[in-house]
């Protein structure tokens, strides 16, 4: 089953930048413009082995948002049994999340020696979800928890946040 909560969840937490256009004339003023660093790319950086032990399927691998690549975002999501887990990273701070309607119920948390910002996303699924976001050289790397709507008795998804945390977070960027 593929995250079918996926695209709302990213709606959520994902802020849209405006980007200005272009004319397409090229006016050199003489400086000279460094490109931002590469994000890192928790498909490509993240073991088989280590997804395997996170209680997911690494062949589920979805790259993405429903296979489509966002602008200013590295993401990539597997899906397990009970519930699916996605990695995004981007350059924004911690504080646009905490900025963001919708995101509630912030609190300090710390998962496999890290501290980061765990919350939640209003809405009809919002008990399904936790997230968790880390701050990071690049931006923030985030990490999130879906749990199968599908099956009933499971825990909070915010218990299974902390463990899957503790086998992913010592893997993210610093």
Known sequence: MKRAGTALVVAGVAVVGLVGCDSGESQ????TTTAKPALWNPCTEIPDAALA???VDPGTEEKGVAGVPQSGWEICGWDGPDYSITVYTTNKPVGEFEQ?????DFRD??????TGREFRVTGASKDLGCDVVFPANQGVVQLQIFNSALKTGLDDPCTYLERVGDV???LFPA
Not at 100 to 104: A, C, D, R, S
Not at 109 to 114: K, L, N
């Open 28 to 31: 050199s003023q003489g400086t």
């Open 53 to 55: 032990a996170a209680g």
């Open 100 to 104: 963001k309607p919708g995101n509630v």
């Open 109 to 114: 948390v710390t998962i496999a020696g890290r």
């Open 168 to 170: 992913l977070v010592p």
